[in-house]
């Protein structure tokens, strides 16, 4: 199936070309073959292209092993498309995401999980934690044979946040925001960063109708505050491809 994304146009203000853009079920290519240019025109290199939304430990697991080329020290604006963004939370905070596109979206629900990893982060599972005054104390995992708990050290824990939100005035248009972040010093040592943002913008919905009426209030909005007329993405084709560690089992909170 292909996924890549539909071809919009925005006159004058905006332009987009898709050349074999990879899908996250299938491939994500080594060196950046698609970027998006929001406001500001500052190119954000696209992780992957997908219809189908990621479930919570996928969204971790890509956010954990995403190749540094990937990752964003700007925020994602003006997409329009089934993107997935990596974005460095050292950097940017989710309060810099959401604030500016508050115009836009709405928020419908939010979850906090925590993962822990026992093979240097490549596959995880999900755990419980016991807190005390806000902080974690301890955590623990439960197992499947003969039940019991058994002790998870807090080095190797990580919380995963996530928040849900559609367009305002399309509720086809979802996003879904994934905060990751190691739970002590030692974890953000070992991982290398200290938070990082994976977001997936998601289109529920084929018509295009739908799509060209975000893009128009996108551009509508933008060129009214600051008259930005920038172009929505553009990409080149990389011969590099590698295959993408995603399970994709959509388990994730139903859409409102």
Known sequence: MDFRPVHLCFSHLAKECFLDVPTCTT??????????????????????????????????????????????????????????????????????ITHESATWWKDTSNATKYYSSEDLMRTFNQISVLTSRGEIRSAYKTLKKGGGMKNVDLDKVFKVQRYFSY????????????????????????????????????????????????????????????HVGASLSTASVSPQHRKSRASLASVCPPFE
């Not at 994934?178 to 529920?204: C, D, H, M, N």
């Open 167 to 226: 367009w305002k005035t399309c509720k086809s248009f979802h996003r879904i925001i994934s905060v990751v972040s190691p739970v002590t010093k030692e974890g953000e040592a070992a991982s290398g960063f200290q938070k990082r943002i994976f977001i997936q913008y998601l289109w529920r919905t084929d018509r295009a109708v739908d799509r060209q009426r975000v893009a128009n209030e996108y551009i509508l909005r933008s060129t009214s505050k600051s």
């Open 27 to 96: 491939e994500v290519i080594e060196t950046p073959s698609l970027y998006h240019f929001g406001a500001g025109a500052v190119p954000i290199p696209v992780y992957c292209a997908d219809s189908k939304p990621f479930d919570l430990r996928s969204a971790l697991e890509n956010t954990v092993q995403c190749p540094v080329r990937y990752i964003s020290k700007v925020p994602p604006t003006m997409v329009t498309d089934n993107y997935c963004f990596v974005v460095d939370g050292d950097i940017v905070s989710l309060e810099d």
